[in-house]
């Protein structure tokens, strides 16, 4: 009974390279979110997907930040050409299609560093 | 725009106390609010949450508050435990159910 997975836990990335971070939610689940925590700061929301769709994202910056969930497979969270600015906690969480009273579930996150 | 505010970033209780933590809110469209729980290196997890439509909502020793005319949300732990060293997020959302806005977190410590 897997929770929502998150991979990799950690990502070393140097400046201008691309960060690509996985999320698999919980059986059942087919609504994902992208949250991310800077340094001593609370969850900022970034991206609401359902399968194939975006829902909302208006937390996500303009340029170089993407999101998808397929058909098939995890909710990619993509990053181009990062900067060290983009450093965070990104946490996923997945949600039943019925709203309940336990919100989400959040995956442990990713921790990204750029270099 | 912070929309949820959480004014004390760090509590320090006794163990066996009460612990108190404090959230105001601005967007009077909300009407569901959540408490999480965070340990180091690992995801939130879900404490307890109310519904707009009551003011009180009890779980073991964790008692969420919800005073709608002032916008303030609070979450009683009695007894205080070591393992309720965490940071606490209060979490807020309208009736669309899709993004949470967060507050920045109070860090528990529970004391000997």
């Known amino acids: 009974n897997a929770g929502v997975m998150q991979n990799p836990r950690h990502l070393v990335r140097r400046r201008g390279q691309e960060a690509r971070l996985r999320c698999s939610p919980m059986?059942?689940?087919?609504?994902v979110y992208w949250y991310r925590q800077l340094p001593e700061e609370g969850l900022k929301f970034m991206v609401y997907?359902?399968?194939?769709?975006?829902?909302?994202e208006s937390g996500m910056p303009k340029e170089r930040f993407s999101a998808e969930f397929p058909k098939e497979g995890p909710s990619i969270l993509r990053i181009q050409q990062v900067v060290r600015g983009d450093s965070a906690a990104y946490f996923c969480?997945?949600?039943?299609?019925?709203?309940?009273?336990?919100?989400?579930?959040f995956g442990s996150g990713t921790r990204l560093t750029v270099v | 725009d912070q929309q949820v505010k959480q004014n004390s970033p760090s509590l320090s209780v006794q163990e066996g106390r009460i612990s108190i933590l404090n959230c105001d809110y601005t967007?009077?469209?909300?009407?569901?609010f959540l408490w999480y729980k965070k340990y180091p290196a690992e995801g939130p997890t879900f404490l307890i949450s109310?519904?707009?439509?009551?003011d009180k909502n009890e779980d073991g020793r964790f008692t969420v508050f919800l005073n709608k005319s002032a916008k303030h949300l609070s979450l009683h732990i009695v007894p205080s435990q070591p393992g309720d060293s965490a940071v606490y997020f209060c979490?807020?959302?309208?009736?669309?159910?899709?993004?949470?806005?967060f507050g920045a977190g109070t860090q528990v410590v529970v004391t000997p």
């Open positions: 969480a997945s949600s039943p299609p019925t709203r309940q009273g336990n919100g989400y579930t």
């Open positions: 059986k059942g689940h087919s609504h």
């Open positions: 997907l359902q399968k194939e769709n975006i829902i909302d």
């Open positions: 967007n009077s469209m909300f009407d569901y």
């Open positions: 109310i519904s707009s439509i009551k």
């Open positions: 979490a807020a959302t309208t009736d669309s159910w899709g993004k949470f806005q």
